[in-house]
């Protein structure tokens, strides 16, 4: 890119820094240091503004950015994400939204442990959160390092480098000084900005094309190389037997892996009511269900209009396939209307990844302080000591995701959020069911349960060709692939439950039925709820 191109979309870019970075100060100066306003926000969000940072929460850059990538160089097969995304909100929605807005307070591990042994169970469900965080957060950096690239027309490392560096130091700074609060406002921001450049790019690419999404299609499948093929099954995931069981094992990971991902389920307690907690839920996929709905016409426009050959030559991974198809719409390279709409869409995709990885970093250092940190701490510790454990454990995760999206750089950014919803799937969302609606659960189920789906997921994607063994691996000198799916979810996630199953009825603990008996009516009444 030029430096036409580069000017407006740093000079937006800082905008949104600087007004985010206003919004934190102004937070961090009026509020009192309480535990639950750094985590919760005081609890006093009304469900549409909870329903916005919700969908500013999870419209990531993979959605933005891998998303709209994948549909424009493998047509059918990229809408499995789509799919999988949203339908995702419907397990949300009537499993655990109201549940665990009545049975927590800051953290997942706060329900699993309500009836409990609470110790063993929050160092568990801490350690798989943070995970689970971390990768999540892995796929933002990717994201901003694939933006920087494409933005000062400089492919090399340095570039990239500095970009994972400045998003991770930017992102410590809005979680320590303004906690949820702050991130909450950053999350509504740009969510409005983020829907609203979906919609005026959606409305070039049909006004190209005259309002005929079917002539979009059409051009897209032609431009592909692959003809009807493209719009067909099995482009990416149809070659053969392994390719379809990846299919299915992404699939079940991301329908139920959401329902497992800690930075969207601490969002629940930032409202008063369980009530409102679903009215927020019913909102979230409002906004999240248009959108992607937006991103089948951007990822098929992309292909019609820019070409995958094209959109490879910038990332092999399709993740600038947004910007290029902004700077196409806006009349091209050289014109005013192209500088502008790429600057702005630029702008809007780094918003994107620094209110996301804002919200990923305060769920995760939440995690480490109010489960790992308080479940070893001496009891006579101060609570407010709890808070300053969280801001340090802020700049830890920010330091091993930064190290980590150097590593991961090349890889598809909605691919590797894959791959966090499937360790989310396999050890969050056993235990939290399981505590929500077995009576007989145990203490040691929910342990096995938590280790149970993290181990074999994390081991399974060591062993398997995202790591070694192919061109397209973090490490492609060497080979030691011996799982032949990219995504474990098809084996780890009933691993977790079963492994949950198998320590409950093997536990020789009694499980607590006064206990689960309050549990079941405080999640279905909210009676006693914080």
Excluded at 289 to 300: A, C, D, H, K, P
Aim: proline letters at 3%.
């Amino acid at each position: 890119m030029t430096g036409n191109h580069q000017t407006p979309a740093l000079l937006l870019f800082s905008v949104f820094v600087a007004v985010t970075l206003g919004i934190t100060t102004w937070v961090s100066r009026n509020r009192h240091g309480s535990a639950e306003e750094f985590y919760a926000g005081g609890r006093l969000f009304s469900p549409m503004e909870n329903g916005f940072a919700i969908a500013g929460d999870y419209m990531s850059a993979a959605s933005f950015l891998g998303v709209t990538g994948l549909i424009a160089l493998f047509g059918y097969d990229g809408l499995l994400y789509v799919v999988g995304f949203l339908v995702a909100w419907l397990v949300v929605l009537f499993l655990v939204a109201e549940l665990v807005r009545n049975c927590g307070r800051f953290t997942l591990a706060d329900v699993v442990a309500a009836r409990m042994s609470e110790r063993p169970v929050r160092i568990a469900s801490g350690t798989s959160s943070v995970t689970v965080s971390v990768l999540y957060l892995v796929a933002q950096m990717v994201g901003a390092g694939s933006l920087v690239a494409l933005l000062l027309g400089d492919t090399g490392e340095a570039a990239r480098s500095w970009a994972v560096v400045g998003v991770g130091a930017l992102m410590v700074v809005y979680v320590s000084l303004g906690g949820m609060r702050a991130t909450t406002w950053i999350q509504i921001v740009k969510a409005v900005l983020l829907l609203g450049g979906a919609v005026v790019l959606t409305v070039l690419v049909l006004v190209r094309f005259h309002g005929d999404f079917d002539q979009v299609l059409r051009t897209a499948a032609d431009r592909s190389g692959h003809g009807a093929a493209f719009l067909s099954p099995g482009l990416k995931y149809g070659g053969d037997w392994t390719a379809r069981l990846d299919f299915m094992s992404l699939g079940l990971a991301l329908v139920l892996g959401t329902a497992g991902l800690p930075h969207i389920l601490s969002r629940f307690y930032t409202v008063p009511t369980a009530q409102a907690a679903r009215r927020s839920a019913v909102w979230a996929i409002g906004l999240i269900g248009g959108f992607y709905l937006m991103t089948i016409v951007l990822g098929f426009g992309a292909a019609a209009i820019v070409g995958p050959q094209a959109l490879r030559g910038s990332n092999a991974s399709g993740n600038t396939a947004v910007p290029l198809l902004a700077l196409d719409l806006g009349g091209g390279v050289d014109s005013t209307g192209g500088t502008v709409l790429f600057a702005v869409v630029t702008a809007v995709a780094f918003a994107t990844i620094l209110a996301v990885v804002a919200g990923i970093t305060l769920a995760s250092s939440a995690s480490v302080a109010h489960d790992l940190y308080a479940s070893l701490r001496r009891r006579d510790a101060q609570p407010r000591s709890e808070v300053t454990v969280a801001r340090v454990a802020a700049v830890g995760v920010g330091v091993v995701a930064i190290g980590l999206g150097l590593l991961a750089r090349d890889l598809n950014v909605a691919f590797l959020v894959g791959l966090a919803f499937a360790v989310a799937a396999s050890a969050n969302l056993p235990a939290l069911l399981y505590s929500l609606f077995w009576r007989s659960f145990t203490t040691r189920g929910a342990v096995w349960a938590v280790y149970g789906g993290l181990v074999p997921a994390l081991a399974l994607v060591v062993l398997s060709p995202v790591v070694s063994g192919s061109p397209e691996s973090l490490f492609p000198d060497v080979d030691f692939q011996y799982f032949p799916l990219q995504n474990p979810g098809l084996v780890s996630i009933p691993l977790g439950f079963l492994a949950g199953w198998l320590g409950t009825v093997t536990s020789a603990e009694v499980a607590d039925e006064a206990k689960h008996a309050e549990t079941e009516v405080r999640s279905l009444t909210g009676a006693g709820a914080a």
